[in-house]
């Protein structure tokens, strides 16, 4: 039985591999502080970039590339960027919160040992794509997808993701040497870790609380609530247990 052919019963997956899906989705997390520096062997990144690049895309365009990135040189610089950014952004908040977001590790990038940015090529297979015609940005959200694959493979490989959004695109272009008409759309810190907390790190520091899911689900137009009209459903998002968690 090949990797792509699961066993499946009427399309459905046996239920170890179910559980195994919706572990990478519940125990996957952002890291930042807890990398090692423990080189990424490469057949495991090639892996999860194949994993990335199964990720849906609009009219199959595929606009995403991976720059894979280990020099030290070029991580530096990167960080330079990150530092300028996040004191600007330091700025923005005010009294307290701006002393709590200080405290915060936003950035692994030169503790991790690999780092990844995913570039989103907006002219690919263009300028007419099936179903970017109404709206532009789809090819955004393609890119999206495939960081999302590629972070929940790399929880599966026990290896540690971290978003970094925290540096201006222009910075990353020029550090980068990206061509005219491609972007960045995600800068990753990738490696192995001491350990994947249990919670989002703004969670446990009491930043921001996670959402209870009854409340942002509606039911058929904005701000209907499903109560009466989806019972078991709504009583299920109340219950809030997330499935094998
Ligand atoms: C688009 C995007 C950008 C993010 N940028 C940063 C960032 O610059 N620094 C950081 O520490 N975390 C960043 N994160 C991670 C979020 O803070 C994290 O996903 C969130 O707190 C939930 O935690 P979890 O991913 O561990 O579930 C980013 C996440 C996303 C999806």
Redesign the pocket.
Known sequence: MSAMSPPVVNGEFDKELKRGVYQAIYA?????AQFLSEPVPEKVLARILHAAHFAPSVGFMQPWNFIVIRKKETREQIHAAFQKASNEAAMMFSGKKREQYKT????GILESPLNICVTRDQERFGPVVIGRTASKIMDLYSC?CAVQNLWLAARAEGLGV?????IHDKEIKDILHLPEGVAPV?YLCVGYVTHF?E?????AAGWLPRLPLDSLVYCDQWAQECGNSWPELHSELVAAKAPYA
Not at 28 to 32: A, S
Not at 162 to 166: A, K, M, R, T
């Open positions: 996957r997390r952002d890291i930042r915060f590790k936003l950035e999206v971290g978003w970094v959004s925290i995600a907390p919670k989002p790190e703004l969670e």
